[in-house]
């Protein structure tokens, strides 16, 4: 059977016909529009889904957020332009009349990633670094979803009590500082206003201010991955994201991890999928779901 499945971000929405083997058969990808309503995202989701949708048996989304009985709640609304509630099993069931399933995009990731390992591990940790930071945990072999699907949001955790304020109303967490846009909204200057991917290429060229803002962002990443380690006992950690998987941010994190004390080293390894994780642990959910 082939899945169609979704992954919506906070910067763009990407969707994919997959085959029983998990081959990518065709992709699809359209912005997020800032600002976004329910409406305006549904309209989005119809153009995006409409030219694959006849050739798939079901439907499987990955999400950032919170999914709980198939409604999307944000935990951290700047990440969708300030949409906090949307009802997406029902929207995207009545879009393509096939049965859907839905689960958060690192949730998603994670357990791609998991089936993706080259190492023997029965507990592992999944980090996305990209809009903001998400997170999936695999325990014994079992992804955690949660009772109300709360289950792996690391970047929700604290790191810094005096830090900045984050989008879903704590402050310091670690998605506030070491996020693209916890990256961009802390730059001052002739900085200011710039995007991650843009200070990101300043940092490259030897900007001072631009590489005190990525290795405040590895080091945070890296204690969170200490933190999880302590909490998870887990063997690996993968990381992903656009952050996450920028040129020369992976090694800054483990330059960070290694100031920690040995016994929180896991393994860590850049997302095997890279920005098709998310698709693909969805579309694996859904096999498993709807055989």
């Known amino acids: 059977m082939t899945t169609l499945a979704i992954d919506l971000g906070g910067t763009k929405l990407a969707a994919a016909l997959v085959d029983s083997e998990l081959n990518i058969i065709e992709r699809r990808e359209a912005m997020t ?11 989005c989701l119809t153009e995006l889904v409409a030219p694959l949708t006849l050739r798939a048996q079901r439907v499987a989304i990955a999400s950032t957020g919170i999914i709980e009985n198939g409604m999307l709640t944000a935990i951290n609304p ?18 393509t009349h096939l049965p859907c399933i839905a689960v958060n995009d690192a949730q998603a990731a994670a357990w791609a990633e998991y089936h993706a390992l080259t190492v023997e591990a029965r507990d592992m940790v999944f980090l ?23 289950a792996g949001h690391l970047g929700h955790t604290l ?14 967490c670690v998605e506030a500082i070491a996020s693209g846009r916890g990256i961009a909204a802390a730059a001052q200057g002739e900085l200011a206003g710039c995007d991650a991917k843009t200070i990101f290429a300043r940092a490259a060229q030897g900007d001072p201010q631009a590489n005190a803002l990525v290795q405040r962002s590895a080091q945070t990443l890296a204690r969170l991955i200490a933190d999880a380690k302590a909490a998870t006992d887990c063997q690996c950690v993968v990381i992903g994201g656009s952050v996450g998987l920028a040129t020369g941010y992976l090694p800054l994190v483990k330059e960070f991890l290694a100031q920690e004390p040995d016994i929180y080293h896991p393994q860590l390894f850049a997302a095997h999928y890279q920005h ?16």
């Open 33 to 43: 529009r800032a600002g976004q309503n329910p409406d305006a995202l549904q309209a």
């Open 78 to 95: 700047d990440n969708l332009g300030g949409l906090a509630h949307f009802p997406l099993v029902e929207v995207l069931t009545r879009l």
């Open 128 to 150: 996305t670094v990209s809009t903001g930071v998400g997170g999936g945990i695999v325990s014994n072999g079992q992804l955690l979803v949660g009772a109300g699907g709360l």
């Open 159 to 172: 790191a810094d009590p005096n830090g900045p304020r984050c989008g879903c109303g704590r402050r310091g």
């Open 276 to 291: 098709n994780a998310g698709l693909l642990g969805a579309a694996r959910l859904a096999q498993e779901a709807m055989p």
